[in-house]
Antibody, heavy 114, light 107 residues
Framework: QMLLQESGPGLVKPSQTLSLTCSVS??????????WSWIRQPAGKGLEWIGR???????DYNPSLKSRVIISIDTSKNQFSLQLTSVTAADTAVYFC??????WGQGKMVIVSS | DIQMTQSPSSLSASVGDRVTITCRAS??????LAWFQQKPGKAPQLVLY???KLESGVPSRFSGSGSGTDYTLTISSLQSEDFATYYC?????????FGQGTKVEIK
């Protein structure tokens, strides 16, 4: 069964760049025709879709975040990544990676604070 | 963006009760709808996809229906492990959008 695992710093300073990586195991990131997604959830709130990437590198971003988001993929490492620039406290959330609607990673808590 | 309006935002129910949650899309989504269950501190888990298809391993007391803009998740006989927050998500187009969630609590 395919597993996804988020990794990266749990604390980011305001105005800096949040960087997370999603490692895919028990399956190839290039198998099938799937998009690989990032979703986030502030504490006690709902889910927000950030964006997605296809193995070809094609991306789609949420217009609300588009100016600050870059999603990239490294098929040789079976990973994809999220960069969110110019972060503020409003970007504090649990960040999930997912292969479309399933499976999801367990989530990575990221706090934006000085 | 397609807006997903989920109701109710919370409900209290007892074990054995029949529970229904609804999700309305701001435009037709051709059954491209998923339902997720989320427990505190955990990632959302897929329950249903394509509006009515049960995810492998999910109990048959969960069912989904609907078409066009209106969709329903039903739990036929609520069990203790079903107390959680449920979200709908459309995957008809991007950006993907979620309902605001329905918290199912113990009465």
């Amino acid at each position: 069964q395919m597993l996804l695992q988020e990794s990266g710093p749990g604390l980011v300073k305001p105005s800096q760049t949040l960087s997370l990586t999603c490692s895919v195991s028990s399956g190839s990131i290039t198998s099938g025709t799937y998009y690989w997604s990032w979703i986030r959830q502030p504490a006690g709130k709902g889910l927000e879709w950030i964006g997605r990437i296809y193995t070809s590198g094609t991306t789609d971003y949420n217009p609300s975040l588009k100016s600050r988001v870059i999603i990239s993929i490294d098929t040789s490492k079976n990973q994809f990544s999220l960069q969110l620039t110019s972060v503020t406290a409003a970007d504090t959330a649990v960040y999930f990676c997912a292969r479309e609607i399933r499976p999801w990673g367990q989530g990575k808590m990221v706090i934006v604070s000085s | 963006d397609i807006q997903m309006t989920q109701s109710p935002s919370s409900l209290s129910a007892s074990v054995g009760d029949r529970v229904t949650i609804t999700c309305r899309a701001s435009q037709g989504i051709s059954n491209s709808l998923a339902w997720f269950q989320q427990k505190p501190g955990k990632a959302p888990q897929l329950v249903l996809y394509s509006a009515s298809k049960l995810e492998s391993g999910v109990p048959s007391r969960f069912s989904g229906s609907g078409s066009g803009t209106d969709y329903t998740l039903t739990i036929s006989s609520l069990q203790s492990e079903d107390f959680a927050t449920y979200y709908c998500q459309q995957y008809y187009n991007t950006p993907r959008t979620f309902g605001q969630g329905t918290k199912v609590e113990i009465k």
